[in-house]
Every structure is written in structure tokens, then in C-alpha cells.
């Protein structure tokens, strides 16, 4: 059970460009951010340099890509470069534009993803904070058509499902099966539009930076040469036989799904918002910018409802340890021996198992008519799972012992009964230093926290 490290950009990386709405010249730097900071994105061309914080909730805009504000001030486009951080597993970044928008590239993620790779990422010493999947999630559009579903999995993966209303474009699907097949398989999929939606998104005061170099172009509705040729002139690019409908860009298509594989990859970098890695098995169909929202802010609100998670438990496996080999370690007794088993274990982690039963011996006096566990016992036991995390690494660890030096931010959520199976969750916050380690526990009945403490124990051998 060792735990992931968040991790952030070794050192900063700029690109150039101009934006794919606005026209612009801009410049958007990606830097290294402390831990838990997730992602900001900052408009160092505005006064007091104002930055957004990129989660689901400041979306402001999903008409032809993602843009985020805090209040007046917008940035958009920000999909392909916030797809290549989500997948490349960084964590926290500064992200600094001068303009209201990011620099389209070549239309993909690719050159994102290689300037990652390029400068490479670092652990950071707070733990990657996972949300795991563990009941389907669905959120849909009826009168688009489009549905997006979450179903647990062990990793994070995704298959898009697409209908262009197309004859040109058969229906379409594309699957991403884990992150590190991102920079392969998704990244270099590139942004697309129909010639039919030139017009009206030109009339939008939109895709004033759209070019061959940068968007599939995809000319299927046969229109008179001479209104082909007025837009490829509003384009500034050459003319085409108006009888030949086909694929328009100066690169051939990379996959026959390349459109769809580019609607996956808006999908990575709208999921980027939720502001937590997932682990899950999402099902897009007909996904876009406007249901991939919908779906990031319904995350955000599942996530806000279970703060913390309790840990995966299946009593079918066999423990880490059993309660001959807790009595070898911790010098509790009945009655105070608070732990049942110990099924997992990491360097800085443990989860630990007590069944409660009708016959506990508080009960008898705790209450006789309505028995409850007392508050003070869940903490007791939650420092038994601590002390048999520190106790695990110790040589001879039989002749040693936990005790208490102070009990913090300690919170009663929900009474525990006779019935209930106790979860407990400990981790370390620090390293042990000079025999004094200090934790964090929480414990659940199923999904729910019912307690939580921070405490601090000092390691001392028995006499």
C-alpha cells in the first residue's frame, strides 16, 4: 500500500503561438508549483497579474473550447495543455499566459506533452490524493444526445463514443486504456471543424487563428466554387474544387478516428478540472466541452460529499496480519486489544479491521438500553493501527511500545453500534524522529467517516 507522491514540473517551459479564437500572439509558460497547489492559471498582461483557479466551477464558457475566469478576467482554450499535465500524472503547475487565451500549437496536445517530457517531472512529498470510483456516476443530455458515464475500475481510462451527423464521417470510436498512452495515442489527435460551422463560428467572432497548420478541415456539403472560394479567401488559403468533398489540411489524417481520438483527449483535459486524479472507467457518447462540465462539476460535488475516502476492503482476502501476530507486536489484552487484523501496509500507511459485536464489554455499561462505542475507545484503536505501523519496522519490535503525547483535532461524525465493521485508515505525517511519530486516522463504517484524530506517540522500550 505505498502511496504515490504528487509530483510537479522540474523546471519551466514557454511556447509560442497564436490563439486559435483570438488571432493573438501569445505566450503561455508552464512552471513547478508547491504541493496541493493543483492548477492556477495566471494573466501575467493584467494588471495585479490576476490568476484562476482551473477547476470545474469557473468555467464560463464551452462553445468551442473550455475557458475559465475569475470574474472579468478569461482564459480560454486551455484543454490541450491542461490534457498533457493531467496525463503526464502532474499535479501542481503555474500555468502564465499573456492573453486571453492559450496558443492553439499544431491542434493537438503533442507539443504540451513533449515539453513535459522534455523537462521532466519530481515527486513532491505530499501523497497523491486518488478519488476511486466506487458506484456508477452518470450525467446526461437529453436533448443532445450526449452521456457521460464513471463505472469503477482499477485505473483511469476512457472510451468516446461520436455521431457527427455526418455522411462523411462514419460513427466513431476511440479508447484510451491507461494514461501512460496518452503521449502516443490520443496527444497527437488534432482540433477539427466542419466547413458547414466556418461561417457561423467567423460570425461568432471566433477561429480568427484557424488555419490548415493547426485544424482538420472537413468539407462534405458540395457548395457553389464561388462560395468556396470567398471563404477560403476570408481563410487565407488557396482554393479547392468545390466538387471534391474530403479531408482539407496540409497533414494527412494520423488515424481514421483522429477526430474522435481529439474528442477523448478535450475529455482528459476537461476531467483535469475536477482537481483530483480519478480512478474510474469513464463512457463518453457524443462527448463535448458543454457535457464534459456538466460531468467535472458533478465529480467535484461527489468528491466534496466523501472529503475522504475510506480504503478498499474485501474480507475474502487474506490480512497482513491476523490477531496472533497483533498480540506479538502490541502489548494490549482483552479487553483493549482494538484490533482484529491488519489488511494492508505501506511505509507510511496502515488500514486496519475491528468487527464490533454485541458481546463488547463497554456495552454493558455504554449504554445498556442503547449501545454505543465509546468515542475515546475508536481513538484508542485507531493508535493501536499506528502503533502497529511503526512497530512493523522496528527490529525486535515485541520489546517496544506506543503511548500517547497528545490527541488532536479530534471529530465524532456518526455513533458506532454493535454490527458495524470499523475501517481504520493511519498515516504518517512525519518521518519518526527520536522515537516520536505523529499520525493522522480516520474511521469508517462503509463509505462514512464516523471519527477522526491527529495524534502523537513516543516509541518506548519496554522495561
Known sequence: ????????????????????HTGLNLTVTFNPAPENTGYKIQRIDLEGQPVIDAIAEHVVDTQRGTVVANGDVRVGTIEHGMAALYALGVDNCLIQVNGPEFPILDGSSLIFVQKIQEVGTVEQNAPKDFYIIRKKIEVKDEETGSCITILPDSEFSITAMCNFNSKFIASQF?????????ADEIAPARTFVFVRDIVPLLEANLIKGGDLDNAIVIYEQIVPQEKLDKLADLLHVAHMDATKPGYIQH???MWENEC???KLLDIVGDMALIGKPIKGRIIATRPGHTINNKFARLMRKEIRKH????????PNDEPLMDNVRIRQLL?????????DKVVAMGATSIVGVKNVTANEPFFQGHFPSEPVMPGVLQVEAMAQCGGLLVLSQLEDPERWSTYFLKIDDVKFRDKVVPGDTLLFKVELLHPVRHGISSMKGYVFVGDHVVSEATFTAQIKKNR
Do not use: N, W
Not at 500500500?1 to 486559435?20: A, I, P, V
Not at 472529503?307 to 474485501?314: F, K, L, N, S, T
Open 1 to 20: 500500500m505505498d502511496t504515490l507522491k504528487q509530483r510537479t514540473l522540474k523546471g519551466s517551459f514557454s511556447l509560442f503561438g497564436k490563439g486559435l
Open 174 to 182: 476511440a479508447t484510451l486504456d491507461a494514461a501512460d498512452k496518452f
Open 251 to 253: 497533414r494527412p489524417l
Open 260 to 262: 474522435t481520438r481529439h
Open 307 to 314: 472529503e475522504v475516502q475510506a480504503p478498499i476492503y474485501d
Open 331 to 339: 502489548p494490549h489484552r482483552y479487553p483493549m486489544q482494538l484490533v
